[in-house]
Antibody, heavy 122, light 111 residues
Framework: EVQLLESGGGLVQPGGSLRLSCAAS????????MGWVRQAPGRGLEWVSS????????FYADSVKGRFTISRDNSKNTLHLQMSSLRAEDTAMYYC???????????????WGQGILVSVSS | QSVLTQPPSVSGAPGQRVTVSCTGS?????????VHWYQHLPGTAPKLLIY???IRPSGVPDRFSASKSGTSASLAITGLQTEDEADYYC???????????FGTGTTVIVL
């Protein structure tokens, strides 16, 4: 069974940093693209970032570009999201998701974690 | 601000058919990017409902179907059931933004 478990969320002050992790199991992690999607309170789903299986090709939403960095450790089946210069508007539930499809423009999120809450407030 | 527009809500009685529209543009749905659909109940993980425009993953009831035409797509739920009450999102890829995009989301209400 495919499982994704997020960790690392919490309360952080504006301008601070936080590192989210996503432990994956039940599939060949190194062979799949992975991504992060968030949902702010009262808002819809918003794609944040994605990383190809090669660990090189990365994509970021304009709202986080230059502040967030996605990475993966295939030896530990773990996806990370390093978040810096955090703002109040980054407050959201963050979901880790396994991606599938081909080519890139047809990628979709086929399995999701339960989510981890990030709150940015002073 | 999403580039894929959905109606805020649709409603129907049990057993009825409802549709959820997803309107995009020539840089996403109209650029031959596939459309995918997700079901999301508050407090739970979103669930993939349809991928590749009209393909149901294993385990998704055949009451759910979807289609795509031009710069729009739609999700249909037939034989509406109370457990279908949830938020539904379309998703595609925008070639101009080089970004994955979600629709604004639609709440399906079972009367």
């Amino acid at each position: 069974e495919v499982q994704l478990l997020e960790s690392g969320g919490g309360l952080v002050q504006p301008g601070g940093s936080l590192r989210l992790s996503c432990a994956a199991s039940g599939f060949s992690f190194r062979n799949f693209a992975m991504g992060w999607v968030r949902q702010a309170p009262g808002r819809g789903l918003e794609w944040v970032s994605s990383l190809h299986d090669d660990g090189v090709a990365t994509f970021y939403a304009d709202s986080v570009k230059g502040r967030f960095t996605i990475s993966r450790d295939n030896s530990k089946n773990t996806l990370h999201l390093q978040m810096s210069s955090l703002r109040a508007e980054d407050t959201a539930m963050y979901y880790c998701a396994k991606m599938a499809g081909h080519p890139t423009r047809n990628y979709y999120f086929d399995t999701w974690g339960q989510g981890i809450l990030v709150s940015v407030s002073s | 601000q999403s580039v894929l527009t959905q109606p805020p809500s649709v409603s129907g009685a049990p057993g009825q058919r409802v549709t959820v529209s997803c309107t995009g543009s020539r840089s996403n749905i109209g650029a031959d990017s596939d459309v995918h659909w997700y079901q999301h109940l508050p407090g739970t993980a979103p669930k993939l409902l349809i991928y590749g425009n009209n393909i149901r993953p294993s385990g998704v009831p055949d009451r759910f179907s979807a289609s795509k035409s031009g710069t729009s797509a739609s999700l249909a739920i037939t034989g509406l059931q109370t457990e279908d009450e949830a938020d539904y999102y379309c998703q595609s890829f925008d070639t101009s933004l080089s970004a994955f995009v979600f629709g604004t989301g639609t709440t399906v209400i079972v009367l």
